[in-house]
Structure formats: C-alpha cells, structure tokens
C-alpha cells in the first residue's frame, strides 16, 4: 500500500511536470505563430526603406545590418516548425519551437518555408549588394513579399489553431493519468496520509502552475510589446508613402494599380484612393490619343519577358510628356511628367510593372527657356556675321525695305478680311495671299542680294508656306495662322537686325566714315580699281553665288549704267527689279557650259544692263538682255493652258510676244521643281507690280528663242 501510495504520489508531480511542460511548449509554440504573423510586415518596412534610402542617395548600412538579423530569425523559425529546435529572436530570448504535428499544421509548416525559400534568395541578392543596390531586385522582392502577405498571415492564423489542437491532444492523457492518480492517491491518504499533508503538496502543485501561467503572460506581454514596434515601423513605412516626392506604383498585366502607392501620385494625377484603377484609363485623360496609343503598346512591350528590358527602356515613349489637366476655372493646364518603368520578374514571368512618376514641370520649362536662349544668341551672332562684310548703307536699305514689306504684309492681313472669306469672298483672300507672297519673295531676293544667307533661308521657309495654301481648294480666316506666325518672326528678325546695325554703327563712330571702307571695294571685300555702281557690285556677287550653287558660268555687264540717274524714290524699286531679273535669268534662261557649247555659244553665259528710253513715251528705263536659252514659249503656252489662264484656242492665235506676258501672271512658273532660286511663280510678278501697278511704267520682252531674251524696263521721269 506504501508503494502504491509513493508511487501515485511520484506519478501526480511527474504528470504535473509534463502538463506545465507542454504549457510552456504550447506558449512558446504560440510565440512563434505571433513572429510568423509580423514578419511579412517586417520584410516589406525593410525593402522599402532600402528603396528609399537608395533613390535619395542615403546610405543603407544600418538597414541592412537589422535585415540579416530577421533573415537569420526568419530561416531558424520556419525550420522549426518542420524540426524541433531552439529559436533566437532579435531581442535575444530564446524560443523552444517544436513541430505542430497534426496533418494541416506540418502542411502549412511546408507551405510556408516554400514561401520564405525563394524570397530568402532575393533578400540575400540584396545583403550582396550593400551599398549598391539594384532598383529592379529591390523591386522584384517588395512584389514578391506583398503578393505572399496576405497567405503568411493566413499561415500564422492556422499554426496557432492547429497548435491548440495538437497541446490540447498532448496534453488528455497527462490529464487523464493525473486525474485518475489524484483520485485514486485521495482515496489512499484518507487510510496512509493525513488531509493536510496532501493539500499542501496540492497547493505547492498549483502554485507551481500558476507560476507557469505568470511566466505565459509575461512572454504574451513581451509578445505584444514586439507586435507594437512592429506596427510603428509600418506606420513609419506609411509616413515615407505618404511624404515622397514621387509618385511610384505597381501595375500587373491588366494595367491595375497595387494597393500600395505614394500619395504623390494622386497629386499629381489629381485623384484620390488609386488603388484598383486602371493606369491606362488614368493616362488616357491626359494623354493625345496618339500617344497613348504609344504608351499602351509600350506596357505590353513590359510585360513581354521575350523582349530584353534594356533595350525597351531606351525607347521609353514617357521620358518627357506633356499632359493637360482640366483647369476648374475653364481651359487646361499644361504640365511636363517624366515616367520611369522596372519588370518584377517571378519564376521568368513579368507579373507586374513598377513605375515612378515625377512632376518636371519646373525643369523642362527652365530648360526650354535656356535653349531658347542660346538659340537667340546664335541668331544674333549669325545675324552679326552676315552684316559684317556689308555696306552700312546697304543693310540700312534692306531694314528699310523690309520693314515696308512687313508693314505691307501687316495691312494685307487685316482681321476682317478673314472673317469676310465666309461671305463668298474666297478670291480676294487669294488675292491678298499673293500679295504676302510678293512682299516675302522681294525680301528674299534682297537678302539673296546682300548674301544675308539666314533672312534668304526664312523668307524662303515662309514661302513654302505661303505656297501650301495657294494650293488649297479653298481658304478659311483660320488657314492664316501659320502665315501671321511666320510674319511675326520675320518681324523680330528684322528688328534684332536693326539693332544689330545700330549698335555695330555706334562702335564704328570715332573710326572715321565707315563708307570709306567699301568706296573701293566689292560686296566681298576685294579691293577695285575704280569705284562702281553699288548696285551693279552687288549683282555682280549674286550672280556669281548663283553659278556656283548651280554649276553655270556667267558674267554681268553694265558699263554705261548708274542707279543713280534714276529718281531717288525709284532706285529701291529698280534695284528690287534687277535683283529678280537677275535670279529669273540665272534660274531659267542659262544653259550650263557644256550645253551652250553643244549649241554653238560661248562657255560663258552673259547678262547685260543698259541705260535706254521709250522710243514712243520717252520714258527713262534700262535694258536687261541675256544671251541664254530666253522664253521657252511652248512651255510657257503648255502651262498657261493646264493652269487655265488661256484656252487651247487663244493659245494657237496668240502672238509670241503675247505668250511671253504670261510670265508676269502671279503664282506662273515654267520651272519643274521649287527651289531657293525659283519655282515659286512670283519674280516677275514682283516685276510687274512694281513697275506698272505701282510707278503708271512699261515693261517689253523681246525673245529669239534659244539664243536670247531682252526685257526693257521703263519708269515715268
């Protein structure tokens, strides 16, 4: 009975043992399931801060240092899951983790290490690289931990249910046996032991229990403190979300945004809670339709893993966009964005797109105002270059000249005559065209003159402008933008030019007269024996530019002719005249050397000018005579009759002389291609406008086709 009685007594502590044993098992088992729980939070705080840190230069030593420290807990709590052992965790206590051994807990144990496994891998890409981080493997593992977030702490939720269920089996056979030792011992003390001496062992029993128990709560207590710190890292995390000064997202295949984004971006798209819309859908608000089209192609050139991201990042179509964002006082809103995008690769599959987005408003306009700067200096150095080996007079006469033209051309384009095209007057706009055509086409000739290469170059791009709407069936006021454009910048041009001049004028005082300079010298700078007719110099230099961009050889000649026997108010004019004549012979009459070889004449082309008058009015002219290949009249007929200035009737009864008038019709032109030197169809129309609209003067044409054409040119004394 003694035996028994010891026995039972030995069996009710030994079961006592046991159940506070599993007690303690079951906490510590319970403690890991909370870890468990808190460290996808963990992972996720550490690969953002990391991001963070990397995209504003900070260093990330201290970051990574605590991130080995969990990766190390993370390998040795997920190990013991599946095989008992100790765990340290980061504050240093030490868990006793034994395996959770129902059918579900060792399933989700596996299921979980399966998860760690493969970020372990990418984290520890991460520890390698120190300082140095890759945005894409950074990228690539915060997608990965959040995908999984949500599935670890499901895991945790099962560990800890299963563990109640797996103590709870572990522990009714010690319950059992105890109780049946307590009941049996109870009975046996009533004959062996008094009451009081197995209450006590009872009560010492229970207090070693309830120790137990105090012990539970205070790691539940420290439990709970790691949980706190855990959640004030994401909060700190969240505040970093909340404070960068960019906008970062993540789309997956469909363009939907992740739930986690800055708060940047809804500033800068101006929505809020972006969470679950579709990217594209936002960019198509701001975008031309053209480019987002663009853009959409793009995103699926992310997503396709065959394709090489290096390659595709350098085509990025957002680097610079401009984007217009309603304004709620009535207009738009133009701002400047510039998109960044990264892969998250997983298992060789692109499953989501990481983009930053920032506001760079501030720097595209500075940099266009810089450029636009610098491109204003070397205009201006351009323009002071192209003056230098000028006449002073001369380039007074062009800005003078020009500024009539633009005056002109400013009164041609009067506002009410566009808003008079929609009452049937589609002619009279023509008309005005072709005036605006004639003003630019004088002021090209004149900088071709001077070789003011940069207005010759402007004036002829306005043209082309000119011309495309001449072409047009028909005409509206908004048609004339481009053109009040490009007269504005003709404008400007000619100002700065001006005071160019002036100022180059005021370093040349104290330097006696600067027309002494070029008494005895050419357009070029070459000195002269005799000095001769400005006018005639200057021509002189075009027509030899002209043959040698064209490969002619041709020489001018004027002995007897001065500018100045003409009225003061008539030379301008007759300068304006020669200088078309001039391009109008080099352009169609001459013949290149080996062709007027071929026929019989000299290698050498020649243009003569002489002093005539009217032998009927007495007015005062001069001759312009070549000995090129003159008025191709069959052409000029061919064309009159397509471009429905005569019937195939009139031309068969007109007289050569006839014919050869046509050439005066605005916009008429035998040449089969438009270039700077002729095309256009408005030289001689510039003749004609000058000469007898403006002055009440003559003009005759004289043709022998194939040897020679001589216009005369005859103005009122």
Request: proline residues 3%; glycine residues 8%.
């Amino acid at each position: 009975m003694a035996v028994s009685f010891v026995a039972s007594l030995y069996g009710i502590f030994h079961y006592s043992n046991i159940l506070r044993h599993e007690l303690e098992q079951h906490g510590e088992v319970r403690t890991g399931a909370v870890l468990v729980r808190t460290m996808d939070a963990r992972w996720i705080a550490f690969l953002g801060s990391i991001e963070i840190a990397r995209r504003d230069g900070q260093p990330v030593g201290d970051i990574i240092k605590d991130l080995k420290g969990y990766v190390t807990l993370s390998n040795d709590l997920f190990k013991a899951y599946i095989i008992a052992a100790p765990v340290k965790t980061i504050t240093g206590r030490t868990l006793n983790i034994r395996p959770v051994n129902t059918p579900v807990g060792m399933s989700v144990a596996q299921e979980l290490q399966s998860i760690w496994s493969p970020l372990e891998v990418k984290i520890q890409a991460i520890l390698q690289n120190g300082e140095n981080q890759n945005p894409e493997q950074l990228a690539e593992a915060l997608a990965y931990a959040q995908k999984h977030s949500k599935r670890v702490i499901e895991i945790s939720d099962i560990l800890s249910g299963e563990e109640n269920i797996y103590r709870d089996q572990r522990m009714a056979g010690p319950i059992i046996m105890r109780y049946i030792l307590v009941s049996y011992l109870t009975a046996v003390s009533v004959l062996l032991i008094p009451i009081i001496f197995l209450m006590g062992r009872i009560r010492k029993s229970n207090t070693a229990l309830e120790e137990s128990a105090a012990l539970l709560n205070q790691k539940n207590a420290q439990l709970a403190e790691d949980t706190r710190k855990i959640e004030e890292a994401k909060r700190e995390s969240d505040v970093i979300m909340e404070t960068v000064q960019e906008g970062l997202l993540l789309i997956d295949v469909k363009g939907v945004i992740g739930a986690q984004y800055s708060r940047e971006l809804e500033r800068i798209f101006r929505m809020e809670n972006l969470a679950g819309f579709n990217f594209l859908n936002i960019l198509q608000r701001v975008l031309t339709e053209k480019m987002y089209n663009t853009t959409r192609d793009y995103l699926g050139l992310l997503f396709d893993a065959k394709r090489k991201e290096k390659q595709i990042l350098k085509v990025n179509p957002l680097d610079v966009v401009e984007v217009n964002f309603s304004n709620p006082e009535g207009g738009f809103i133009t701002k400047y964005l510039g998109f960044t995008f990264r892969r998250v690769v997983e298992a060789g599959v692109v499953t989501r797109v990481f983009i930053g987005v920032g506001d760079i408003t501030a720097r595209v306009t500075l940099e266009r105002e810089l450029r636009q700067s610098e491109l204003k200096k070397e205009k201006q150095f351009d323009l002071l270059l192209g003056i230098l080996h000028i006449e002073p007079k001369q380039v007074q006469e062009f800005i003078e000249t020009a500024k009539k033209d633009l005056l002109e051309i400013t009164t041609t384009l009067r506002a009410e005559d566009f808003a008079a095209a929609s009452a049937g007057k589609i002619d009279e706009l023509r008309d005005r065209l072709n005036v605006v055509f004639r003003c630019v086409h004088n002021i090209k000739g004149n900088a071709s003159y001077l070789k003011l290469i940069y207005f010759q170059k402007t004036a002829d791009e306005f043209e082309s402008k000119i011309n495309q709407l001449r072409n047009r069936p028909s005409l509206t006021g908004d048609d004339f933008l481009s053109i009040v454009m490009a007269q504005s910048d003709l404008r400007n041009d000619v100002e700065e030019l001006d005071e160019i001049r002036s100022k180059l004028g005021e370093l040349r005082i104290g330097g006696g007269d600067s027309t002494e300079l070029f008494k005895n010298s050419d357009r070029n700078g070459n000195a002269t024996q005799t000095r001769e007719d400005e006018l005639i110099v200057g021509l002189r230099g075009l027509v030899t530019d002209i043959a040698q961009k064209t490969g002619k050889s041709v020489r001018l000649e004027a002995k007897d002719f001065n500018a100045e026997s003409f009225r003061s108010d008539h030379r301008p004019l007759v300068r304006d005249v020669l200088i078309q004549l001039t391009r109008n012979s080099m352009a169609h009459s001459f013949e290149l050397p080996s062709e007027r070889t071929k026929v019989g004449k000299g290698s050498e082309g020649v243009i003569e000018i002489k002093p005539t008058k009217h032998e009927e009015s007495g007015l005062n002219g001069f001759l312009f005579r070549d000995d090129g290949k003159g008025i191709d009249i069959g052409k000029v007929r061919e064309r009159a009759i397509s471009q429905g200035l005569i019937t195939p009737e009139d031309a068969q009864r007109m007289a050569e002389t006839e014919l050869a008038m046509l050439i005066f019709t605005p916009g008429f032109s035998t040449a089969d291609e438009v270039t700077t030197e002729a095309g256009r169809g408005m030289g001689m129309d510039i003749i004609k406008e000058k000469i007898i609209d403006e002055c009440g003067g003559e003009i005759t044409v004289s043709v022998e086709p194939g040897k020679h054409c001589t216009f005369g040119i005859f103005l009122p004394n």
